[in-house]
């Protein structure tokens, strides 16, 4: 593995000097550091950068301020992409995305969600299904469309060729063919949980994430099986955007 992702919810619990200490650490292995762990200030984020880290992933979700509002209580679409040109500026890669489905979303709303993408620039952008999950406000709302989150990978495939484009985890938990159909309609990138299955129980965002038990090896030798069913060549480098390289 080349690529070591940190992924956490809108928390603060980890002071930033324990993030810029864990960062500094895993490089030391000589891998990149993907961090996505939320909104922060842009002396936070430099910090981060000068200890190692390499990338971050902060999707939009959506570019409608209207939905965006409804959707994150306290929060605003102003900041959110604060932040994502901070990280632009401040060298990272640039991870974003949306999902497909919510409730409420239009068809000019995902339009617009392709522009950003286009505008910001970025490295790297997941797209996926929206997905109900139990206990939480949308809990009762109809998940969206593994099609339509196909056909927004194939228009970003071809708006931004060389940028990555992961096949996501929610592809895969809405259709059991969901890492092959996103290979085939423009995503270049998998990216498998690795965490042990007792510690995966505690990571289910949303019904079906991360709900197979297999081996980190099985997992791994699986996922290299479909890229070559695929006519794919499986990396053996970073991962890296391909116009930086």
């Given at each position: 593995?080349?690529?070591?992702?940190?992924?956490?919810?809108?928390?603060?619990?980890?002071?930033?000097?324990?993030?810029?200490?864990?960062a500094e650490e895993i490089k030391k292995l000589d891998v990149a550091v993907t961090l996505s762990i939320g909104e922060l200030t842009t002396k936070e984020y430099t910090n981060l950068k000068i200890t190692g880290a390499d990338r971050?992933?902060?999707?939009?979700?959506?570019?409608?301020?209207?939905?965006y509002k409804r959707l994150h209580p306290g929060m605003s679409i102003e900041n959110r992409k604060r932040c994502l040109y901070d990280l632009k500026d401040l060298g990272y890669e640039v991870g974003t995305g949306c999902l497909v489905?919510?409730?409420?979303?239009?068809?000019?709303?995902?339009?617009?969600?392709?522009?950003?993408?286009?505008?910001?620039?970025?490295?790297?952008?997941?797209?996926g299904p929206f997905i109900s999950c139990p206990g939480t406000p949308l809990e009762d709302e109809t998940g969206g469309s593994v099609q339509l989150a196909l056909k927004m990978i194939a228009l970003t495939r071809l708006m931004l060729p060389d940028i990555n484009i992961p096949a996501t985890t929610a592809l895969a938990a809405k259709d059991?063919?969901?890492?092959?159909?996103g290979l085939e309609y423009?995503?270049?990138?998998?990216?498998?949980?690795?965490?042990?299955?007792e510690y995966k129980e505690l990571y289910k965002i949303y019904p079906g994430k991360g709900s197979v038990e297999m081996s980190i090896r099985t997992r791994l030798d699986t996922i290299k099986k479909l890229i070559i069913?695929?006519?794919?060549?499986?990396?053996?480098?970073?991962?890296?955007?391909?116009k930086n390289h």
């Open positions: 593995l080349k690529t070591i992702v940190l992924q956490s919810g809108e928390d603060k619990f980890y002071p930033i000097e324990v993030l810029c200490s864990v971050f992933l902060l999707r939009i979700e959506t570019t409608d301020p209207e939905l489905g919510l409730p409420g979303q239009t068809p000019l709303m995902l339009a617009k969600d392709l522009k950003f993408f286009k505008e910001l620039d970025a490295d790297m952008i997941g797209i059991g063919e969901g890492y092959k159909k423009g995503a270049n990138v998998i990216m498998p949980n690795m965490g042990k299955n069913s695929e006519g794919r060549v499986v990396g053996k480098g970073r991962g890296d955007h391909i």
